[in-house]
């Protein structure tokens, strides 16, 4: 349950470069790393991507729990919202990928506030 929002953000942009036809801007980046490979279940891979999304807005609701920052679960949901109304609602690339970038910057942002914490208690029992 530590890692839910890192896994499901990290994992989605993962996903989303396999896919070509979906993420046209992701998929060169992917090709670059040989993910153009899965082409073939690009339908799958679709599927996987949005349930990744999900998975990562409820890894993010959840990891609130440890961080009490609003501001990352803000970044993390509002993230995973904006995937899927750049998705269904508007049609707009651009919304999806900042959608995605939210996400990703809310789980950077928790393992940042989580490496600190254990940085101050490594201090603290070295000092005591």
Do not use: N, W
């Not at 904006?82 to 970038?101: C, D, W």
Request: with cysteine; net charge positive.
């Amino acid at each position: 349950m530590r890692y839910l929002d890192k896994v499901g953000s990290f994992g989605s942009v993962i996903a989303a470069a396999a896919c070509p036809a979906c993420f046209p801007f992701l998929a060169s980046l992917g090709a670059m790393v040989g993910l153009g490979a899965l082409s073939a279940y690009e339908g799958q891979i679709f599927l996987a991507t949005k349930i990744l999304v999900a998975l990562a807005i409820v890894g993010h609701i959840l990891a609130y729990r440890s961080h009490r920052s609003l501001t990352l679960v803000i970044l993390g949901v509002g993230g995973g919202g904006l995937f899927f109304v750049g998705m269904y609602l508007v049609g707009i690339e651009a919304v999806i990928y900042l959608g995605l970038l939210a996400m990703v910057a809310a789980s950077v942002g928790d393992l940042v506030h989580q490496l600190r914490i254990r940085r101050r208690l490594k201090l603290r029992a070295t000092a005591g």
